[in-house]
């Protein structure tokens, strides 16, 4: 379990600090308490984690008929993956749109948000469905998808929720700090070269 927690852990802390639900996190901070942003966002992200885990977990069952190529389905996707990030860090900008897209996001959000909660709950739950819609189909998504396939289940998803965790805490209490340190591009260049990494090291591992 633990190289799966690890594995988990280090690719979903570095994903998410250059995320676009990072920066929603942030965002709210600023313009509501961070005690009723933190458990909001962090809720949404543990939910997500969950179904994540679950569908990687049903694609590694499947193996119960054909072991060896479901192995060589997941080597397939993690080096896929990890082509496709170093792909993307070549082509990004710079500095990325991150910031300016996490902000479009809440102030539309907000917009038309009709508070008819109590203050409190209504910017938990604000918190919550903002991070879960820009969480679904993100790339800390898919990556948690495909870590599950290829290790431990339970490993991934403490690893995870650990990653969540500390980006979301750092998120709330000094993103503004953060946000002009944080390349897109080194960050997916870095993923990227980690998920080569796990694939080689599942192929050495065999089915």
């Known amino acids: 379990m633990l190289p799966a927690l690890v594995a988990s852990l280090v690719t979903i802390t570095l994903f998410?600090?250059?995320d676009k639900s990072f920066f929603v996190a942030m965002i709210l901070a600023?313009?509501?308490?961070?005690?009723?942003?933190?458990?909001?966002v962090l809720l949404a992200l543990a939910v997500?984690?969950?179904?994540?885990?679950?569908?990687?977990?049903?694609?590694?069952s499947l193996s119960a008929w054909d072991r060896l190529v479901i192995h060589y389905l997941e080597v397939l996707l993690l080096v896929s993956f990890g082509l496709k990030l170093?792909?993307?860090?070549?082509?990004?900008?710079?500095?990325?749109?991150?910031?300016?897209?996490?902000?479009?996001?809440?102030?539309?959000?907000?917009?038309?948000?009709?508070?008819?909660?109590?203050?409190s709950f209504a910017v938990v739950w604000e918190a919550f469905y903002l991070?879960?819609?820009?969480?679904?189909?993100?790339?800390?998504?898919?990556?948690?998808?495909?870590?599950?396939?290829?290790?431990?289940?339970?490993g991934v998803l403490l690893?995870?929720?650990?990653?969540?965790?500390?980006?979301?805490?750092l998120a709330v209490i000094g993103g503004r700090m953060l946000a002009g340190r944080i390349s897109e591009r080194v960050v997916m260049?870095?993923?990227?070269?980690?998920?080569?990494?796990?694939?080689?090291?599942t192929l050495r591992d065999g089915a």
Request: aromatic share 10%; proline share 4%.
């Open 16 to 18: 998410e600090l250059g």
């Open 30 to 40: 600023t313009r509501h308490q961070r005690r009723l942003v933190f458990p909001g």
């Open 48 to 60: 997500m984690t969950g179904i994540s885990v679950l569908l990687g977990h049903l694609v590694a």
């Open 86 to 119: 170093l792909y993307d860090a070549w082509y990004a900008s710079p500095t990325g749109d991150e910031v300016a897209a996490a902000a479009e996001t809440v102030d539309r959000a907000e917009a038309r948000f009709i508070i008819s909660l109590k203050p």
């Open 131 to 154: 991070t879960f819609i820009t969480e679904w189909g993100d790339r800390t998504q898919i990556a948690t998808i495909t870590l599950a396939a290829a290790y431990q289940p339970l």
């Open 159 to 169: 690893g995870a929720v650990l990653g969540h965790s500390l980006c979301t805490g």
């Open 189 to 201: 260049g870095i993923g990227g070269g980690l998920f080569l990494i796990f694939g080689l090291l």
